[in-house]
C-alpha cells in the first residue's frame, strides 16, 4: 500500500510507502516531506530565502579583509544580521534586488534597471542609507534610522520605479 | 617556459612596462580602468557602484590610466601591477573603464601616483557623507564599460 500525494497546482504527485520501516524508507519520507514543504511556500517567501543564502555565502566569500582585491573590510555577521531585516522589510510586489557587499564591509541591496535607473539601499550601523539614479539628472539620496521597517521615501521609490509586472 | 624563466621574463616585462610616460595631470578625455576581482561586483554583466566606492582606509580608488594602451598591455598591468602586488592569489576577474570626464563631472579628482606604475592613479575627493559617495560610484558603474578578462 502506498500513499499518493499531489502537489497543488504542478500537477506533480509523488507516492510512498503507507509503512516504512527501514532507515531509506524513512530517509525518502522525510526528504519528500521536506520537497513538499518547499513547493508549498508562497514565491515571495522563496526569493527572500534565496537571498538570505546569498548573504551566507557572502559570509563565507569576504570573511577576509581584502575580499575585494584592494583593502576591503571583512563583511561582519552584524552588517549581514541588519541585511537580513532589511531583506525582512521589503515589500512584496517589486522586483528582486541583487545583494552586493562594500568594501566598507556592510551589505547593499540593489536594483538596476537598464543603464537609467540604478538604487541602492545598505544599513550603515543603524542608519538605512539610500540612493537613486533614475535617469537624467534625476537622483534620490539620504539617511534615516533604520527600526526594521522602510521609511515611506524608500517605499515609494521601490513601488515607482522597481516593481514586478 | 620553465619556472625562472618565466619569472625572468614576467621581471624584464614589469621593467619594461615600468619606462611608459604618461602626463602627471589627466585631462579630462582618458580612459580611466579599475580592476575588478569580486565576481559579485559584474554580476549579471553589469559594473556594481561597490566595485568603484573609495577604500575606508586610503579614502580612495586605486585605478590606471589606459589610454592609448593595446588590450593586451592594460591586462599586463592589471596583472603584474594588481594582481601581482598581492599574497592572497586573487585574479582579476574584469575591468571597468570609464572616461575620465565622468569622474570628473561627479566632481571627483584623479591623481596621477605613479608607485607601482607610471600609469596608477587615484580616484580622490570622495564626500565623507554615505549615500553621496554611494550616487557619485553608482553613476560611475551606469557608465563604466566592462571588459572580462578572458
Known sequence: MSIRLAIAGSGQTFSWPEIGLSDESKHIRARLLKILAEVRQPISFSWRETLKDELDEIVRECSEAGWDGYDAEPVSVESVTVAQQLIDALPEHITVPNVVPEPSGEVGLEWRNGAQKYFSLTVSGTELVYAGIFGGFCKRYGEERFFGALPTAVLQILSQYFTEA | ?150
Not at chain 2, 48 to 62: G, I, K, Y
Open chain 2, 1 to 150: 617556459m620553465g619556472l625562472y624563466p618565466r619569472q625572468f621574463y614576467r621581471y624584464f616585462l614589469s621593467i619594461l612596462l615600468k619606462l611608459d610616460r604618461v602626463p602627471a595631470v589627466v585631462s579630462s578625455g582618458e580612459r580611466i580602468s579599475r580592476f575588478i576581482f569580486y565576481q559579485r561586483h559584474i554580476k549579471g554583466g553589469e559594473i556594481r557602484a561597490a566595485a568603484f566606492l573609495p577604500s575606508r582606509t586610503s579614502e580612495d580608488t586605486s585605478v590606471y590610466r589606459t589610454d592609448g594602451c593595446s588590450e593586451k598591455k592594460v591586462w599586463l598591468l592589471g596583472n603584474l601591477f594588481v594582481e601581482r602586488l598581492r599574497r592572497d592569489g586573487r585574479t582579476v576577474l574584469a575591468r571597468g573603464d570609464v572616461i575620465s570626464g565622468t569622474v570628473f563631472g561627479q566632481d571627483l579628482k584623479i591623481i596621477s601616483t605613479p608607485r607601482p606604475h607610471p600609469r596608477h592613479a587615484v580616484i580622490c575627493n570622495w564626500p565623507d557623507d554615505k549615500p553621496q559617495q554611494l550616487i557619485k560610484a553608482m553613476a560611475l558603474a551606469l557608465k563604466a564599460t566592462l571588459h572580462l578578462n578572458q
